[in-house]
């Protein structure tokens, strides 16, 4: 049995002396993550980039080279900027620009993925493998590797931790921990074990995926989708063909032909989803599909890779139970409609994480983890049945204008107002101008500080930072923002950063002079307009990017009773 784990702190982006993870209460680590998919690698990443201790493990003995998940949505690249690796995915990936559209081999009008130019990433397409090696280089960094081959087994809780038993190369091995977060897939022992309900049901139809090569001469960057219709207007074959990194590489789907055809497995656990073993289709059925419905003639080749896979619909009916949480595939899973599932779950883990942070360091307030499932099982509810509606009916299922759509499937509009995590919206003005508790914090460009010769992004600013409080004044002055600092360094030392930024373009010397933080200039106007502001202003910034608070004005009183909501007294 192993007792320890040895591992590299990293704290503020330093590197730090690798010390054994042994707590005064035998646990071997803060934190067991199963599962080494995108969410799980998110969530041990964010947990070791916060200084938390934590063992992933997989029950495979390696990455596997398929490309099953690849759309990586703008949010997902927010997210990465502020963890501090966007740089590598950005490099690896390709853009998507849009969609091109055939039915019965006459085009349709094409679909351009267009986003406001505040935001700061598009969409991209990236193979999963991928992802998976640009996140686990990531937490490797801290010092901190999957354990292949290693598979949870069982668990049992109590009120102090997680003792769980895993098998590995070794043999058999019991594991302490604090939590447990299981991002260990559709089949998930952790969610089986909790006793999570997992309601929902199966399409009927079964697909298969294949990573190709194709000779066509398409628009670079837009994703192929190309369907027939039968007599009745009912879509009878369909193609789906999204670009990978390569020379005309595309991972494509198509319906699977009666040759390959299964029934169902029975027994189990019955939740039929995900890529399937023993029925790999060959170049020549991806050829057949594409004779038929390929807007140009085009041949197949290279194949890499290939596979059968089936889709379920089905949500957990809670997120985690006492130390135990799961995420990602182990929560939802719905169709792979405008690539939403991995996106999500990397959101649920990054959710998870900084708040597992704070409560293993005992800085968290009583209600914190609960905050979890009050805030992403909403998400996974919202994203299930538009999946299944889209699947079913098209884009056109949901009926907004195109701006709302594209930033919806952007995921830049997944918030958490009501949460009870975030501020109380403002009676007055619950839907005034800006962005309110619970939303998004936006990015945006132009401010400058005293000693850069050049403009930087607020989101410059956010990256790597806990809670960040942006303190808002339009005047030349910092008037009361140094008093606002002191009182929330008082009772948040250590916990939150704290900025200002004022409205002139110009730092003036005899205003900033002695100032005891950060100060930016709003040169161009863009936070004032971004954030809905001309008078004095507090903005919390938590450490997933979305408003916990906005005050307007900023109160010491105000500051207090947010942050106590999730420190703590």
Same mark, same amino acid.
């Given at each position: 049995?192993?007792?320890?784990?040895?591992?590299?702190?990293?704290?503020?982006?330093?590197?730090?002396?690798?010390?054994?993870?042994?707590?005064?209460?035998?646990?071997?680590?803060?934190?067991?993550?199963?599962?080494?998919?995108?969410?799980?690698?998110?969530?041990?990443?964010?947990?070791?980039?916060?200084?938390?201790?934590?063992?992933?493990?997989?029950?495979?003995? +390696?990455?596997?080279?398929?490309?099953?998940?690849?759309?990586? /949505?703008?949010?997902?690249?927010?997210?990465?900027?502020?963890?501090?690796?966007?740089?590598?995915?950005?490099?690896?990936?390709?853009?998507?620009?849009?969609?091109?559209?055939?039915?019965?081999?006459?085009?349709?009008?094409?679909?351009?993925?267009?986003?406001?130019?505040?935001?700061?990433?598009?969409?991209?397409?990236?193979?999963?493998?991928?992802?998976?090696?640009?996140?686990?280089?990531?937490?490797?960094?801290?010092?901190?590797?999957?354990?292949?081959?290693?598979?949870?087994?069982?668990?049992?809780?109590?009120?102090?931790?997680?003792?769980?038993?895993?098998?590995?190369?070794?043999?058999?091995?019991?594991?302490?921990?604090?939590?447990?977060? !299981?991002?260990? !897939?559709?089949?998930?022992?952790?969610?089986?074990?909790?006793?999570?309900?997992?309601?929902?049901?199966?399409?009927?139809?079964?697909?298969?995926?294949?990573?190709?090569?194709?000779?066509?001469?398409?628009?670079?960057?837009?994703?192929?989708?190309?369907?027939?219709?039968?007599?009745?207007?009912?879509?009878?074959?369909?193609?789906?063909?999204?670009?990978?990194?390569?020379?005309?590489?595309?991972?494509?789907?198509?319906?699977?032909?009666?040759?390959?055809?299964?029934?169902?497995?029975?027994?189990?656990?019955?939740?039929?989803?995900?890529?399937?073993?023993?029925?790999?289709?060959?170049?020549?059925?991806?050829?057949?599909?594409?004779?038929?419905?390929?807007?140009?003639?085009?041949?197949?080749?290279?194949?890499?890779?290939?596979?059968?896979?089936?889709?379920?619909?089905?949500?957990?009916?809670?997120?985690?139970?006492?130390?135990?949480?799961?995420?990602?595939?182990?929560?939802?899973?719905?169709?792979?409609?405008?690539? /939403?599932?991995?996106?999500?779950?990397?959101?649920?883990?990054?959710?998870?994480?900084?708040?597992?942070?704070?409560?293993?360091?005992?800085?968290? +307030?009583?209600?914190?983890?609960?905050?979890?499932?009050?805030?992403?099982?909403?998400?996974?509810?919202?994203?299930?049945?538009?999946?299944?509606?889209?699947?079913?009916?098209?884009?056109?299922?949901?009926?907004?204008?195109?701006?709302?759509?594209?930033?919806?499937?952007?995921?830049?509009?997944?918030?958490?107002?009501?949460?009870?995590?975030? /501020?109380?919206?403002?009676?007055?003005?619950?839907?005034?101008?800006?962005?309110?508790?619970?939303?998004?914090?936006?990015?945006?460009?132009?401010?400058?500080?005293?000693?850069?010769?050049?403009?930087?992004?607020?989101?410059?600013?956010?990256?790597?930072?806990?809670?960040?409080?942006?303190?808002?004044?339009?005047?030349?002055?910092?008037?009361?923002?140094?008093?606002?600092?002191?009182?929330?360094?008082?009772?948040?030392?250590?916990?939150?950063?704290?900025?200002?930024?004022?409205?002139?373009?110009?730092?003036?010397?005899?205003?900033?002079?002695?100032?005891?933080?950060?100060?930016?200039?709003?040169?161009?106007?863009?936070?004032?307009?971004?954030?809905?502001?001309?008078?004095?202003?507090?903005?919390?910034?938590?450490?997933?990017?979305?408003?916990? +608070?906005?005050?307007?004005?900023?109160?010491?009183?105000?500051?207090?009773?947010?942050?106590?909501?999730?420190?703590?007294?």
């Amino acid at each position: 049995m192993r007792a320890t784990m040895g591992g590299e702190v990293r704290t503020h982006g330093e590197p730090a002396r690798e010390a054994p993870m042994v707590h005064s209460d035998g646990s071997a680590a803060d934190v067991l993550v199963a599962g080494a998919g995108p969410v799980g690698l998110t969530a041990a990443a964010e947990l070791r980039r916060r200084g938390i201790s934590c063992r992933i493990v997989d029950r495979l003995p +390696a990455r596997l080279p398929y490309a099953k998940a690849v759309g990586i /949505q703008p949010r997902t690249l927010e997210i990465w900027d502020r963890m501090g690796f966007v740089r590598a995915a950005l490099e690896a990936a390709v853009p998507m620009r849009g969609q091109l559209t055939y039915v019965n081999g006459v085009e349709q009008p094409r679909l351009d993925l267009v986003l406001p130019p505040e935001v700061p990433y598009r969409f991209a397409a990236l193979p999963q493998y991928e992802t998976e090696r640009i996140i686990e280089e990531f937490l490797e960094g801290f010092g901190t590797r999957i354990e292949r081959g290693t598979e949870l087994v069982s668990f049992v809780q109590d009120a102090d931790g997680v003792t769980s038993r895993l098998t590995t190369p070794a043999g058999d091995e019991e594991v302490r921990t604090r939590f447990l977060v !299981g991002c260990d !897939g559709a089949h998930s022992v952790v969610r089986k074990g909790l006793g999570l309900t997992f309601e929902g049901g199966a399409f009927p139809e079964e697909y298969m995926l294949a990573d190709v090569e194709v000779d066509w001469d398409l628009p670079y960057a837009y994703g192929v989708r190309a369907m027939h219709h039968d007599a009745r207007g009912a879509v009878d074959d369909v193609l789906v063909c999204i670009p990978l990194p390569g020379e005309r590489r595309y991972r494509v789907s198509m319906t699977v032909p009666p040759e390959l055809s299964a029934a169902p497995p029975s027994g189990g656990d019955a939740v039929l989803h995900g890529l399937e073993g023993g029925r790999a289709p060959e170049l020549g059925h991806v050829q057949a599909v594409l004779d038929r419905l390929s807007p140009q003639p085009t041949t197949a080749s290279a194949m890499r890779w290939s596979s059968v896979f089936r889709i379920s619909h089905r949500l957990v009916d809670r997120y985690g139970e006492g130390r135990v949480f799961v995420a990602g595939d182990a929560a939802h899973i719905h169709p792979p409609t405008g690539a /939403q599932g991995m996106n999500t779950g990397i959101q649920d883990a990054w959710n998870l994480a900084w708040k597992l942070a704070l409560a293993v360091r005992g800085a968290g +307030a009583p209600g914190l983890l609960a905050s979890y499932d009050a805030e992403r099982r909403p998400v996974g509810a919202e994203v299930v049945g538009r999946t299944v509606r889209q699947a079913a009916e098209g884009v056109q299922a949901d009926p907004e204008d195109a701006d709302t759509l594209m930033m919806r499937q952007a995921q830049l509009l997944v918030g958490y107002r009501g949460s009870p995590l975030v /501020q109380a919206a403002e009676p007055a003005d619950p839907d005034g101008p800006g962005p309110r508790p619970g939303d998004r914090a936006p990015d945006c460009g132009g401010l400058s500080g005293h000693i850069a010769a050049y403009p930087v992004r607020l989101y410059d600013l956010l990256r790597g930072r806990e809670h960040m409080l942006l303190l808002y004044g339009p005047g030349p002055a910092l008037d009361g923002l140094a008093d606002l600092t002191s009182a929330v360094r008082g009772f948040a030392t250590g916990r939150v950063g704290v900025c200002a930024i004022l409205a002139e373009a110009e730092p003036g010397a005899a205003a900033d002079r002695g100032a005891q933080l950060p100060v930016y200039r709003d040169g161009r106007g863009e936070f004032a307009r971004m954030y809905g502001v001309r008078e004095p202003a507090a903005f919390v910034v938590r450490p997933d990017g979305y408003l916990g +608070a906005r005050l307007c004005p900023p109160t010491v009183s105000g500051l207090s009773a947010h942050f106590s909501q999730v420190f703590g007294s």
